[in-house]
């Protein structure tokens, strides 16, 4: 079994940081691909960033130049340091993991993590 635990998320005023965490555990051969999604009230989920095991790192145009994605491999672990917040990025964050567990290659998703951020 392999889990995604998600922690950090909460009220922020704009302008504000937040810095996400999301740690995998379990029974973990490798980790490829790890990502951030979010979802506001009544939108659809949407991709905000990315990291590749080997540290390469993609953004959504929203948050390019605010938010970074990192990882540690050795704790299999993803975060994501949200900078200068808006109003807008309020919405419940999802981190997602492509996980070899010694069997298959499987897509894993935390239980998300409310993010706030007032006017």
């Known amino acids: 079994q392999v889990q995604l635990v998600e922690s950090g998320g909460g009220l922020v005023q704009a302008g504000g940081s937040l810095t996400l965490s999301c740690a995998a555990a379990?029974?973990?051969?490798?980790?490829?691909?790890m990502r951030w999604y979010r979802q506001a009230p009544g939108q659809q989920r949407e991709l905000v960033a990315d990291?590749?095991?080997?540290?390469?790192?993609n953004y959504a145009d929203s948050v390019k130049g605010r938010f970074t994605i990192f990882r540690n491999n050795t704790k299999n672990t993803v975060y994501l340091q949200m900078n200068s917040l808006k109003p807008e990025d309020t919405g419940v964050y999802y981190c997602?993991?492509?996980?070899?567990?010694?069997?298959?290659?499987?897509?894993?998703w935390g239980q998300g993590t409310q993010v706030t951020v007032s006017s």
């Open positions: 997602n993991a492509d996980i070899n567990n010694y069997f298959v290659l499987q897509s894993y």
């Open positions: 379990g029974t973990i051969f490798s980790i490829k691909g």
């Open positions: 990291i590749r095991s080997g540290g390469t790192t």
